[in-house]
């Protein structure tokens, strides 16, 4: 039996839903731009018309529910997964992020070394896929574990401000990922004038913000230096082992962790497990409940 150990199959209750659907004449010298929503909009279009599915259970005045089989638009149906994991992470408290391809949730913990300093995080990455192996008509989710860490300094500290000019920097309210902020563009910190951090954002002229509203994203190697320069070096080996043990990489011995892809796939059933996400709905009209198997897809006997 072949396994794709982070594969996970989402089973359908039927095979035809909902969706509220905004047309739009097509015949125009621009096309029309997909309308913003606090939901998701997917496009789709013909010849003479521009059809905008919303991902939502709560559709705006404008649209019609139109019927939708699975296997007319199964990539639709892929992003339906997606998105409905991702609320449902939500609705359990993770801090959802998004990223150019899937999401990532995660939930603080207490395991910090420092909890004045940084805080750890743990949860998993996720993206749909559709017609994985000999089966073109399955849908379901690649997961795989994720760790991350968090300053809970800021520029105002001496240590972190000396060590972020030159470096990009994020407001403190971005989410746990070296890679993503709240909305407002990240940076980089040229200066540092009184009480306030002189930040380059592109082209633009560089922006003056207090201190307290930004830091530096907690990248390990950027934590890792924080600490040589405040807590010494041991201090900055003692966090390195800690995350490479969370993340797997090596085992509480200290050694190589060959086990790496068995102990990560028993991490992602236990977030699962702990925390209900067998279950979820889709957010298309009437809500559609699907349910997420704790096993990894079969793709060969």
């Given at each position: 039996?072949?396994?794709?150990?982070?594969?996970?199959?989402?089973?359908?209750?039927?095979?035809?839903?909902?969706?509220?659907?905004?047309?739009?004449?097509?015949?125009?010298?621009?096309?029309?731009?997909?309308?913003?929503?606090?939901?998701?909009?997917?496009?789709?279009?013909?010849?003479?018309?521009?059809?905008?599915?919303?991902?939502?259970?709560?559709?705006?005045?404008?649209?019609?529910?139109?019927?939708?089989?699975?296997?007319?638009?199964?990539?639709?149906?892929?992003?339906?997964?997606?998105?409905?994991?991702?609320?449902?992470?939500?609705?359990?408290?993770?801090?959802?992020?998004?990223?150019?391809?899937?999401?990532?949730?995660?939930?603080?913990?207490?395991?910090?070394?420092?909890?004045?300093?940084?805080?750890?995080?743990?949860?998993?990455?996720?993206?749909?896929?559709?017609?994985?192996?000999?089966?073109?008509?399955?849908?379901?989710?690649?997961?795989?574990?994720?760790?991350?860490?968090?300053?809970?300094i800021t520029l105002e500290d001496?240590?972190?401000?000396?060590?972020?000019?030159?470096?990009?920097?994020?407001?403190?309210?971005?989410?746990?990922?070296?890679?993503?902020?709240?909305?407002?563009?990240?940076?980089?910190?040229?200066?540092?004038?009184?009480?306030?951090?002189?930040?380059?954002?592109?082209?633009?002229?560089?922006?003056?913000?207090?201190?307290?509203?930004?830091?530096?994203?907690?990248?390990?190697?950027?934590?890792?230096?924080?600490?040589?320069?405040?807590?010494?070096?041991?201090?900055?080996?003692?966090?390195?082992?800690?995350?490479?043990?969370?993340?797997?990489?090596?085992?509480?011995?200290?050694?190589?962790?060959?086990?790496?892809?068995?102990?990560?796939?028993?991490?992602?059933?236990?977030?699962?497990?702990?925390?209900?996400?067998?279950?979820?709905?889709?957010?298309?009209?009437?809500?559609?409940?699907?349910s997420l198997s704790d096993q990894?897809?079969?793709?060969?006997?």
């Amino acid at each position: 039996m072949k396994l794709a150990l982070n594969w996970f199959e989402v089973t359908l209750p039927a095979t035809e839903f909902k969706v509220a659907v905004e047309v739009v004449d097509g015949g125009r010298d621009e096309p029309p731009k997909t309308p913003h929503h606090a939901h998701r909009v997917v496009r789709r279009q013909n010849e003479s018309t521009f059809r905008f599915l919303h991902l939502t259970n709560n559709p705006p005045s404008n649209t019609t529910e139109q019927a939708l089989n699975i296997f007319d638009d199964p990539s639709f149906v892929k992003i339906a997964v997606e998105e409905g994991f991702a609320r449902l992470l939500k609705g359990k408290e993770f801090i959802v992020c998004r990223q150019h391809v899937g999401c990532t949730g995660y939930t603080p913990t207490s395991e910090s070394m420092f909890p004045n300093v940084y805080t750890f995080f743990r949860g998993v990455s996720f993206r749909s896929f559709y017609g994985f192996g000999p089966r073109p008509d399955r849908w379901g989710l690649i997961l795989n574990y994720a760790t991350s860490q968090r300053f809970c300094i800021t520029l105002e500290d001496p240590q972190l401000r000396q060590l972020a000019i030159g470096k990009r920097v994020v407001p403190i309210s971005a989410i746990p990922s070296a890679d993503e902020d709240d909305g407002r563009r990240s940076g980089i910190l040229v200066s540092v004038q009184g009480q306030q951090a002189v930040i380059e954002q592109g082209k633009n002229a560089p922006i003056q913000a207090p201190l307290g509203e930004w830091t530096l994203p907690c990248r390990r190697e950027l934590l890792n230096d924080y600490l040589q320069q405040a807590h010494g070096p041991k201090a900055s080996a003692d966090v390195t082992r800690h995350l490479q043990v969370a993340g797997f990489s090596l085992t509480k011995a200290g050694r190589m962790n060959t086990a790496l892809a068995k102990d990560q796939l028993r991490a992602v059933q236990q977030v699962l497990h702990d925390h209900s996400l067998a279950k979820f709905c889709l957010p298309l009209p009437n809500d559609p409940p699907v349910s997420l198997s704790d096993q990894p897809l079969v793709i060969a006997e």
